[in-house]
């Protein structure tokens, strides 16, 4: 499912429960390539993590990595939960998914969706 209007993005975000907001300071932060910003001025339509942007832009990263190492979008959506289980950050699968269809989207559109 492709999230790409407000609404839409809204919609969404009131199904799973999520608060919608958007990153002010994403889009103008200059160390962020161009897909990053993307990625995250995205992401912060769906959901609202505990996480900085930074390692947001990290997690979209990881996700990729795992995808183009072969895993699906449901084993990439793991690996991220894992990663920030083990940094004791609390996280929804929702998120986790969206965060992975996300980075998908933005940072590594060539692996798609299995």
Known sequence: MEFRSLAGAA???AAFGVAVLVAPGAQADPQ???A???YLGELYLYV????TPPRLVELGHLACAARRDGATSDQAR????RNLD???VVSSNAEM???VHVAV???CPEVGYP
Do not use: I, R
């Open 97 to 99: 998914g969206t965060l």
């Open 48 to 51: 609202h993590p505990s996480v």
């Open 11 to 13: 919609g969404c975000a």
């Open 32 to 34: 962020f390539n161009a």
């Open 86 to 88: 083990a940094a004791g």
């Open 36 to 38: 990053e910003k993307q």
């Open 105 to 107: 989207d933005n940072l």
């Open 78 to 81: 793991e690996v991220v939960w």
